[in-house]
């Protein structure tokens, strides 16, 4: 059974480094890991050092991701591109489209596309997200996919998707059987039997059907508690704190398991005779223990600040020292 582990949280707080840290941790223990960035920027590539595009890239085997033992895991690494895969969902309104027209609604391609999006607050990423997520994890043949998750607003959108696109692919399809049936009628008025040669097929109409149950499927999985697990990502600062909690509650509400709170960049050595430093590391421990208070319920796992950018696999084998490995 494929398991699910996202990383999410505002932008710029270290989900990528936590992310492929943790996919690296993963394979090295014997566990067949994919690593997965669904934010637009893209910093996954820079973190292992290696050139990914859309499609799973094995980096190495177990021993070869810096296993200390001899282990069958391997690590796999990919970067979403939601306009790579803008077709997989613009032939769904191409297909509304054609019905619309046959109906006498005059709407060209591109206003159809604008109306079938505009009932989700989402962008192509998070569709791309959910529908590879049912794509790796069903399809897949992997113990553990590692998702990067994007910036907390799109995070939050993702897990509305299922939802709130469940609703528009069913106005869609009433939408589509309505402008069906009167454009069948005026052909049949018009032409006798001889109308319903060359009307298509219904191939668009099963990949219609089909797309919503895989967002049904997505939806499944992600609060699925013995699969999914979600940990939120933060720096050791006051906004931080509070966006984190907002974060936790809209996850909970959503029924998302929540477990673990990550709080990266905490200074922990602080120079001797610099009071500066000292002054810093005390306001980071008292930082960490709010945010133990804010969450009594979480495990918090610190890191350490870093000198420097965290990469390759042997920088992220050290931060995944520090991770639970669990998944």
Request: glycine residues 8%.
């Given at each position: ?6 990383y999410?949280g505002?932008g ?5 480094t936590c992310a ?23 910093s ?18 177990g021993?070869?991701?810096v ?8 690590l796999?690494a ?22 619309l ?6 709407l ?13 607050p ?12 049912v794509?790796?994890?069903d ?17 939050l ?18 939408l589509?059987g309505q402008?069906?049936?009167i ?10 039997p ?20 895989r ?15 979600f940990r939120?990502v ?30 990266n ?31 009594p ?14 990469q ?15 998944a």
């Amino acid at each position: 059974m494929t398991r699910c582990l996202f990383y999410g949280g505002k932008g710029g707080v270290g989900k990528t480094t936590c992310a492929a840290a943790t996919a690296v941790g993963l394979a090295a223990a014997g566990r067949r890991t994919l690593v997965v960035s669904t934010d637009p920027a893209h910093s996954l590539s820079d973190s292992l050092e290696a050139d990914l595009g859309p499609e799973p890239r094995q980096l190495g085997t177990g021993s070869d991701a810096v296993a200390t033992d001899d282990t069958d895991g391997g690590l796999w690494a990919v970067e979403i591109d939601p306009d790579a895969r803008a077709d997989r969902y613009e032939n769904l309104a191409r297909a509304l489209a054609t019905d619309l027209r046959s109906a006498g609604i005059r709407l060209d391609d591109e206003e159809v596309r604008r109306l079938f999006a505009s009932g989700a607050p989402a962008g192509s990423d998070e569709i791309a997200a959910l529908d590879l997520l049912v794509e790796y994890v069903d399809e897949g043949d992997w113990d553990v996919v590692v998702f990067d998750t994007a910036p907390t607003g799109h995070t939050l959108r993702l897990f509305d998707m299922p939802e709130v696109m469940g609703l528009a692919l069913e106005t869609a399809q009433s939408l589509r059987g309505q402008a069906r049936r009167i454009g069948n009628a005026a052909r049949t008025a018009v032409l006798g039997p001889m109308s319903m040669l060359g009307t298509g097929s219904d191939d668009e109409e099963e990949s219609l059907e089909a797309f919503r149950d895989r967002l049904e499927r997505a939806r499944d999985l992600l609060i699925d508690p013995e699969r999914t697990e979600f940990r939120v990502v933060l720096l050791p600062e006051g906004m931080a704190i509070a966006e984190s909690e907002r974060l936790v509650e809209t996850l909970r509400e959503a029924e998302v398991r929540v477990n673990r709170l990550v709080v990266n960049r905490v200074f922990e050595d602080p120079e001797e005779g610099c009071s500066r430093c000292r002054s810093r590391h005390e306001r980071h421990l008292e930082r960490v223990a709010e945010i133990r208070e804010t969450f009594p319920d979480l495990e918090v796992v610190t890191l350490p600040e870093r000198e420097g950018e965290v990469q390759g696999l042997e920088s992220l084998a050290a931060v995944a020292d520090r991770l639970p490995a669990e998944a």
